[in-house]
């Protein structure tokens, strides 16, 4: 029998390798039938891994160390945010702020900048778009361009080091949580090897997963009293991706008044020391002039937005996301923190479960859901009894289909499915609860 096991695990593991390896070697995010196939096969063999090997520490985190340095030296072919990374790191390589100016400018303005050339600039998808990537990441840009100025692949594979790190520390700060709030070690397995977590984080270069580390310490900061260190953990999480916000009205009750007060000052401190080297009197309107566009332009893999949207449609006889994203995204806003006032139950460990949900609303009425959005909730599912969004984790890969496809339409049969599954199977959750 333990030879039987140990073939099926050698074969299991050795099948998810070759996954792993085609997925982000060898194909595209324009090749939609043979990534979701292997998605789909490397979200089987983790539900085995997890199922029959979940209580083995050594392995679990073994495998998950494994397949993100697996997946290190790709380059992410399954999205081109890479290079406006590289571009914003030449920018200040060589001394300019990257939050003055789109990437057009350079052009129009025939201002010659070593190696914002004409091919890099035909790969971004956000010339026209002042940059939206906070302070953290852009001295992560700099630092990696600085090393390798005329090396596109050299560049991504530095700042692929930083999440392949920060992935291992995340794996490393979940298991001091589950000690703290005593949570059985085993699920782990949850984070550490989610195939979506492994391709979109280290695979695809995408720097959730340095978020996900900081949010991760700033809890574990705050469960061991360590207050001014975790506001100095959150603000970083917050100088990395703008998210973290969402979850500061949780910390009032939780903190009490006036040490919230010292919490949020540092915050606001460290913040503006970060954003330090960049202010200007341009730089936040045009650093929230992407984000108002992000709200009132762009659309993709939306849930309640769509309806929204078809109602639209059928009443006006257009698309009325110009009002319908802000106006959603203050509804999910005044949500949260009408629940953060109400909240009864203020422990550190409900705070990871709150912001989870701070997250479903907020992905709920947004008009665009990127996979890789989706794995933070990966990391908090272990912190409470509901497990849909590793559904949600396994189906949002179907969204890639508007990629295998020159016009860039979505399929909306697929859409519906995904999120009908997860409705459905969180219904099952709470029946059987």
């Known amino acids: 029998m333990n030879l039987l096991k ?45 199922k029959f090997w979940g209580e083995n520490l050594v392995v679990i985190i073994g495998l998950g160390v494994l397949f993100r340095l697996l997946v290190l030296f790709a ?65 992560i840009f700099a630092f990696s361009v600085w090393l390798f100025p005329n090396d596109i692949y050299a560049s991504t594979i530095v700042m692929k080091c930083f999440i392949f790190l920060a992935e291992c520390g995340s794996i490393a700060i979940l298991l001091k949580l589950f000690k703290q709030f005593e949570i059985h070690a085993k699920y782990i397995a949850i984070y550490a090897l989610n195939p979506l977590v492994i391709i979109e984080l280290t695979g695809n270069l995408h720097f959730e997963g340095l978020m996900i ?56 401190l460290l913040t503006t020391l970060f954003f330090a080297p960049f202010l200007s009197e341009e730089i936040f309107l045009n650093f929230f002039q992407s984000i108002n566009l992000y709200f009132r332009q762009f659309e993709f893999n939306a849930s309640i937005f769509y309806i929204v949207r078809w109602v639209g449609f059928y009443t006006k006889g257009w698309n009325i996301i110009q009002t319908a994203g802000p106006v959603m995204s203050l509804i999910a806003a005044f949500t949260i923190l009408f629940i953060a006032f109400r909240e009864r139950n203020v422990t550190t460990k409900s705070l990871l479960q709150k912001m989870s949900i701070a997250l479903l609303l907020y992905f709920g009425m947004a008009t665009i859901i990127h996979p890789w959005y989706v794995t933070p909730l990966v990391a908090f599912t272990a912190f409470w009894k509901w497990r849909f969004p590793l559904v949600w984790s396994l189906l949002i890969p179907l ?13 909306f049969w697929l859409i519906a499915i995904e999120y009908l599954a997860i409705l459905i199977f969180a219904f099952y959750e709470w029946e059987r609860d």
């Open 213 to 268: 580390f900081f949010l991760l310490f700033a809890v574990w900061l705050l469960a061991k009293n360590k207050v001014i260190l975790s506001a100095g953990a959150m603000s970083v999480a917050i100088c990395i991706k703008l998210l973290p916000l969402m979850f500061l009205p949780f910390l009032i009750k939780r903190l009490g008044i006036k040490i919230s007060a010292l919490y949020f000052g540092c915050i606001v």
């Open 399 to 411: 969204s890639y289909f508007a990629y295998s496809n020159s016009n860039f339409y979505e399929n």
């Open 75 to 139: 380059f992410p072919n399954l999205s081109d945010d890479v290079f406006r990374f590289v571009w914003d790191g030449r920018l200040i390589v060589n001394g300019e702020n990257p939050f003055l100016h789109m990437p057009s400018w350079y052009f129009e303005s025939k201002n010659i900048i070593p190696g914002l050339n004409q091919e890099l600039y035909n790969q971004l998808n956000s010339n026209k778009y002042f940059t939206v990537y906070p302070p953290i990441l852009q001295y």
């Open 6 to 50: 140990n073939i099926l695990f050698w074969t299991l593991v050795t099948t998810s390798c070759l996954g792993y390896y085609f997925i982000m070697y060898e194909l595209t995010r324009i090749q939609f039938y043979p990534v979701i196939g292997i998605t789909f096969g490397l979200f089987f063999i983790y539900w085995l891994l997890h």
